[in-house]
């Protein structure tokens, strides 16, 4: 009996050895378990914080770069609108073929660095395919007629030429597309063909939507079928030999690969080595009515049918100067202000229609300014951005801010005239501002 009673207590010891080993090891274990989520949250602290640190810096660099170069290439232009001597009107050519080039590797970079963050918004407008895709050409034909190459589109009868889509984006794809065919094509022809693929549209394709595909076929060094998966990479060329001989960063697939992806399509390519290459993508849009899209090949005079009382804060000089040159050529004559403080100082003197504000100057920058003037009361103008910060971040902060619309350095003169018109004609009819 005695026996028995002990075999018990020794089982119950061992039994409750064991419970409390086992809660130990539960213990330890959900110690350890949230150590680790501690370190992993730690970490994915870190990547966040290094990320808005990398996007910092990009854009910082972004707009330090994009200043001068708003100088230039404006320079530039009004430079080739002077008498010159032939060899004076090369020399501008390459000055204005570089800086569009390092223009192209700056938005490439900033790009990337956006669709990192996820913070790429697409803007849907009513955009003309044969007027989208005439421009790109438009932007290579020198560089094709010079080479020799034959460079030409065709646009098949049963594609809807006037669509809702992100104008921008698509043009930005086409660049860079016909871009790389113009870099790796010596000889021969680059045609770019838009059309109705034949294959069956996605599940979820909303209503009204159709798929259009866009093939750049060229005659050029062509490509290996092994590098296809390395082409939409990042920072990657499908031979590491074409960076030293032809240059580029290796974004520009990868850009448009995403892009393209946001525009719910898909892009792929087919190559011989030695006898060119065919990218195609398509994207998904909505047919639409599309009113005429001004372009325009010199600088209008818009004063007389859109009155404005202009006020220029810009503190580069260079900048400054240009804007002026263009302003005045328009018919308009602008007051200048170097800082947020001397527009507000502008404003307690004299109405002004219009603002084109810098954003970063000197003792008040231009959103300080703005919330400053929206919270003043009185005559309100319109107040238009125009500044090296290109983000959709950058712009959404304008917004908010109280600015009425967005211009990014480098100003393109269209989207200048655009804007004077828009606001002019609103600002020129007070209902309806």
């Known amino acids: 009996m005695l026996s028995m009673s002990l075999k018990a207590t020794v089982l119950a010891c061992l039994f409750l050895s064991c419970l409390v080993y086992s809660l130990i090891l539960i213990l330890r274990l959900k110690k350890k378990t949230r150590q680790l989520q501690v370190s992993a949250d730690q970490q994915t602290r870190l990547a966040d914080e290094a990320m808005r640190t990398k996007s910092l810096f990009l854009a910082n660099m972004s707009h330090e770069i994009r200043t001068p170069m708003n100088g230039i290439n404006g320079m530039s232009s009004l430079l080739t609108q002077t008498d010159l001597t032939r060899e004076q009107r090369g020399y501008i050519e390459v000055i204005r073929s570089c800086s569009d080039t390092l223009l192209s590797v700056i938005n490439n970079i900033l790009d990337f660095s956006t669709m990192e963050s996820g913070k790429i918004i697409l803007e849907e407008r009513e955009t003309d395919l044969r007027l989208c895709v005439d421009e790109v050409l438009e932007v290579f034909m020198a560089r094709a007629l010079k080479a020799g190459i034959l460079l030409h589109s065709r646009i098949e ?4 030429i006037r669509i809702l889509t992100d104008n921008a984006r698509l043009r930005q794809v086409l660049i860079n597309l016909v871009g790389n065919a113009m870099k790796f094509t010596e000889q021969g022809e680059i045609r770019v063909r838009v059309f109705l693929p034949s294959t069956p549209l996605p599940p979820d ?126 018919g308009y004559n602008p007051m200048v202000a170097v800082n947020g403080k001397e527009v507000l100082e502008h404003l307690a003197k004299a109405p002004f229609d219009l603002i084109l504000m810098d954003v970063q100057m000197p003792e008040m920058d231009g959103l300080e300014a703005t919330r400053l003037i929206r919270r003043g009361g009185g005559h309100q103008p319109v107040i238009i951005a125009m500044t090296a910060n290109a983000t959709q971040q950058d712009r959404d902060e304008c917004l908010a801010d109280g600015m009425n619309d967005y211009l990014s350095k480098p100003v393109d003169l269209d989207q200048l005239v655009i804007m004077l018109k828009k606001w002019g004609h609103l600002i020129n009819t007070p209902h309806k501002v």
Do not use: W
């Open 205 to 330: 394709t909303p209503p009204g939507h159709v798929q259009i595909g866009f093939e750049i076929q060229d005659t050029g060094i062509g490509i290996d079928p092994a590098q296809y998966t390395h082409l939409f990479q990042s920072f990657e060329q499908g031979d590491s030999s074409v960076s030293r001989r032809y240059g580029g960063t290796g974004l520009g697939l990868t850009i448009s690969d995403k892009l393209v992806q946001l525009m719910n399509g898909h892009i792929s390519v087919e190559s011989v080595p030695g006898k060119g290459s065919t990218f195609m993508f398509t994207i998904l849009a909505h047919p639409a009515a599309l009113k005429s899209i001004p372009s325009s090949v010199s600088i209008p005079i818009l004063a007389h049918k859109y009155p404005l009382c202009i006020l220029l804060a810009e503190d580069n000089p260079i900048n400054q100067q240009l804007a002026l040159i263009i302003l005045t050529k328009m």
């Open 157 to 160: 009868q049963d594609v809807p």
